[in-house]
C-alpha cells in the first residue's frame, strides 16, 4: 500500500509542468525607488567635499613649491591659529599674525580698506598675495635664510 502512495505522489511530481521562476537581480547599492521597468532608481552617492588643507589654501592662490608657499611653510609652518582656536601671533614678540606673519601695525589699515580680514586664513592669505604683487617678497625678508633655499 505504502508503495502504491509513493508511485502516485511521484507519477504526480513527475508530470507537473515546471515552470522557470525568475528572481529579481540582487541589489549592488541602496535605491530610493523602482521603475516601471522594475529596475532600481539608485540613491545618488553623496557629494563629500574634502576639507582643504591649508596648504591647499596657499597653494590655490600661489602654486605648490611656489616661493610664497614656502614663505608660508617659513613663517607660520602652514598654521593661521594656535591649537587653542586663537590666531598664530609672532614668537618674537612683533605684531604679526596668521599664516603669513602680516604685520597689524603697518598692514591692518590697507587690508581692511581692500575687504581682507587678515586674522581668517582667506583673508590673510588674500592680503599676502596683495602685499606679493606690490613687493615681491620684501615683506618677509626675516625669514628669507628659510625659504630661498628651494
Known amino acids: 500500500m505504502i ?3 509513493l508511485a502516485l505522489i511521484m507519477s504526480h511530481i513527475l508530470t ?15 535605491f530610493i525607488a523602482l521603475e516601471h521597468d522594475g ?3 539608485p540613491t545618488p552617492e553623496p557629494i563629500v567635499e574634502k576639507k582643504k ?4 589654501l596657499v597653494a590655490a592662490e600661489f602654486g605648490y613649491n611656489s616661493v610664497m608657499w614656502h ?3 617659513c613663517e607660520s609652518n602652514f ?37 581682507h580680514d587678515i586674522m581668517t586664513i582667506e583673508g590673510n ?14 615683506d618677509w625678508l626675516a625669514s628669507k635664510e628659510c625659504w630661498s633655499k628651494i
Do not use: C, M
Open 79 to 115: 598654521r593661521q591659529f594656535e591649537p587653542d582656536g586663537r590666531v598664530l601671533k609672532s614668537y618674537y614678540g612683533t605684531d604679526d599674525w596668521g599664516i603669513f606673519q602680516i604685520n597689524r601695525y603697518y598692514h591692518l589699515e590697507t587690508s581692511k580698506k581692500l575687504g
Open 3 to 5: 508503495e502504491a502512495v
Open 71 to 73: 614663505i608660508a611653510r
Open 16 to 30: 507537473r509542468p515546471v515552470y522557470a521562476v525568475e528572481y529579481p537581480k540582487p541589489i549592488e547599492k541602496p
Open 53 to 56: 588643507t591649508p596648504q591647499d
Open 39 to 41: 529596475s532600481y532608481i
Open 125 to 138: 592669505i588674500a592680503y599676502a598675495k596683495f602685499l606679493y604683487q606690490q613687493n615681491g617678497t620684501k
